[in-house]
């Protein structure tokens, strides 16, 4: 069968609050969201957010997929990043990001998408999701799960372990039973330019789910310098970015840290949500 999409998108007002995305624009009431008749996978998710920048703070955003048609049962993954030094002015414009996900689906069941804003409350946020459906998975591979985890960095040269999930506060690290490897990142992070500096982020990959030992790799860079008295400085934003084809050999069933680090000249207060995706 040819690829099939559907769509859904919604308004999130409060953090760490678990958010279902019911319309389509104009569409105040399409029905459930059903797998296609001849769909086995969901292939991918294109997404986008954006917040309203309402207050001087930082947040993280991450998707979760539920319901009847999800076989593994929930599917967690970081969808953008955000944060601005001041409420009184800025706006951005987010692209929309393809995610490959290839997770196993059940046709005609209800696939349910939620949406949750992590961290800083910054106002309104904005989401819409879309998912690709396919007969086959793509070429990127089967996933066999995810761990997803947030937090925020707020100090230099410190490392934070990240081990909650928004609203969940207490997700499993644990790798799935029958993955081999880490296959790919799915990360955002972004700082609320509290402070003048320019600083690059790191994410440590560690625990007894890596074979290896200790892998460490760079996420991104960051920098602020204050604006002459009367302008608005703008807001630092990033879309969901993936590392692919990791291929990092782990232990099934054990768990994996995932710390993060600022590095250089403190910036502020940096949020960061990061999704491990298995295979």
């Known amino acids: ?30 029905g459930p969201l059903l797998v296609p008749g001849d769909a086995k996978f969901l292939r991918a998710a294109i997404v986008a957010v954006v917040s309203s920048f309402e207050a001087a703070d930082n947040y993280s955003f991450l998707i979760r997929l539920e319901g009847p048609g999800v076989k593994r049962g929930v599917f967690t993954f ?17 692209p929309s990001v393809r995610i490959p996900i290839n997770i196993e689906v059940t046709p005609g069941q209800e696939v349910l998408v939620f949406a949750e804003n992590t961290q800083g409350d910054m106002g309104t946020h904005e989401a819409a999701v879309t998912l690709e459906f396919g007969s086959e998975a793509g070429a990127e591979g089967i996933s066999l799960g995810e761990i997803t985890v947030e937090g925020e960095i707020t100090a230099i040269d410190t490392l ?6 928004g609203s969940v506060t207490a997700p499993s690290r644990l790798t799935p039973p029958d993955a081999k490897m880490l296959k790919r990142l799915v990360y955002s992070l972004s700082h609320d330019g ?5 600083a690059t ?12 030992g200790e892998q460490v790799l760079t996420l991104g860079a960051g920098s602020r310098v204050a604006v002459q008295t009367g302008s608005d400085a703008a807001p630092a934003v990033m879309a969901p970015q993936i590392l692919d084809n990791l291929d ?32």
């Open 1 to 30: 069968m040819s690829n099939l999409f559907r769509t859904r998108e919604g308004a999130v007002a409060s953090a760490d609050t678990k958010t279902q995305l019911t319309t389509v624009g104009s569409q105040t009431a399409p």
């Open 194 to 198: 509290q402070a003048d500096g320019e």
């Open 160 to 165: 934070t372990r990240l081990t909650t999930q």
């Open 201 to 212: 982020f790191i994410v440590r990959l560690g625990g007894d789910a890596i074979r290896g």
């Open 78 to 94: 970081a969808a953008g990043s955000g944060g601005v030094p001041v409420a009184t002015g800025g706006n951005a414009v987010m």
């Open 248 to 279: 990092l050999d782990i232990n099934p069933n054990e768990t994996l840290d995932i710390s993060v680090e600022m590095a250089g000249v403190d910036v502020g207060t940096v949020g960061v949500v990061v999704t491990a995706v298995f295979q």
